[in-house]
């Protein structure tokens, strides 16, 4: 079952913009982990961010964690052509050994 | 150091046959995963392992089979294939540790006809 739901499905911007994709889910959880899947590839994990942090920086990413709300953010600053792929982000209860997935984010970079 | 890799990329069936899909990774990692990624759909997990000699059902199990006999290694049968298997199938792993992320091949691109 999908837990993690991200938002928006879609998203085209520019070169040098910002891109910001929402991750929302439904029980309590040990960790949310934020994935990269480039054009026939398979998924590369990005960002791991504990329950009890709130917020977690690489590079140019920047992600947020809000456990009252159940909710996580993924920013991606300053765009490249490079980062257009979909991501996913997955939550882990910690106690079942699976990673619950979302759908995913479509990002477009147009240059 | 390869990682997870998968085999074999690409392969079309016809209807009832059989396969076997191979998984393997060289980073000593304890947990193993099935996944089928189809379009809408995101990835479902079909089957997993905690360890060597051990296997576990995962969302959608029906039509597959698994083995784990080394820990390096984890194969995803399908002993009849029907039309509804075409997808897309990823392996990943990693270590024994809820923190820890998960390390994924790059996929096997399987068409029923």
């Known amino acids: 079952s999908q837990q993690g739901e991200e938002d928006p499905q879609a998203l085209s911007i520019q070169e040098g913009e910002n891109a910001t994709m929402n991750c929302s889910y439904k029980t309590s959880i040990n960790n949310l982990q934020w994935y990269r899947q480039n054009s026939g590839r398979g998924l590369v994990h990005l960002i791991l961010i504990r329950s009890n942090e709130r917020e977690k920086h690489s590079g140019r990413l920047r992600v947020t964690l809000d456990t009252s709300k159940k909710s996580s953010s993924l920013l991606i600053t300053a765009s490249r052509a490079a980062d257009t792929a979909s991501y996913f982000c997955a939550t882990d209860e910690g106690n079942n050994r699976k990673l619950i997935w979302g759908l995913g984010t479509s990002l477009a970079v147009n240059p | 150091n390869a990682g997870v890799t998968q085999t074999p990329k690409f392969r079309v069936l016809k209807t009832g046959q059989s396969m076997t899909l191979l998984c393997a990774q060289d980073?000593?990692?304890?947990?193993m995963y099935w996944y089928r990624q189809d379009p809408g759909m995101g990835l479902r997990l079909i089957h997993y392992s905690v360890g060597e000699g051990t296997t576990a059902k995962g969302e959608v199990p029906d039509g597959y089979n698994v083995s784990r006999l080394k820990k390096q290694n984890f194969l995803l049968g399908l002993e009849s294939a029907a039309p509804s298997q075409t997808s897309v199938y990823f392996c990943?792993?990693?270590?024994?540790?809820?923190?820890?992320?998960?390390?994924f091949g790059n996929g096997t691109r399987l068409t029923v006809t």
């Open positions: 990943a792993s990693r270590l024994m540790s809820y923190n820890s992320p998960l390390h």
């Open positions: 980073m000593n990692h304890e947990y």
